[in-house]
């Protein structure tokens, strides 16, 4: 049974610092590319940051900078370190992978205060 189980969340003021993780089971990690969303409330759900199996980066250009995305394979973790957040982060975060169909963790709040 797949799972993806985030954690990392908080209420942080504006120019603070997350780490959020995110602890995988059921399947076999270190093949899958894993990817950070983030939804605003009465916003559409979007992606903030994917890392491949090889450990190539993407982000979106609002978090280019700031963000940073990493795994652990021994550990089934994919991890997304937060800097200089701003009160437009705030958000849900979800874990997610496609293979081919959408797995996604419960999500994490973030609340970044000005």
């Known amino acids: 049974q797949v799972q993806l189980v985030e954690s990392g969340g908080g209420l942080v003021q504006a120019g603070g610092s997350l780490r959020l993780s995110c602890v995988a089971s059921?399947?076999?990690?270190?093949?899958?590319?894993m990817n950070w969303y983030r939804q605003a409330p009465g916003k559409q759900r979007e992606l903030v940051a994917g890392i491949t199996s090889g450990g190539t980066t993407n982000y979106a250009d609002s978090v280019k900078g700031r963000f940073t995305i990493s795994r652990d394979n021994d550990k089934s973790t994919v991890y997304l370190q937060m800097n200089s957040l701003k009160p437009e982060d705030t958000a849900v975060y979800y874990c997610?992978?496609?293979?081919?169909?959408?797995?996604w963790g419960q999500g994490t709040q973030v609340t970044v205060s000005s």
């Open positions: 997610n992978f496609d293979a081919p169909r959408s797995y």
């Open positions: 059921g399947f076999i990690f270190r093949f899958v590319a």
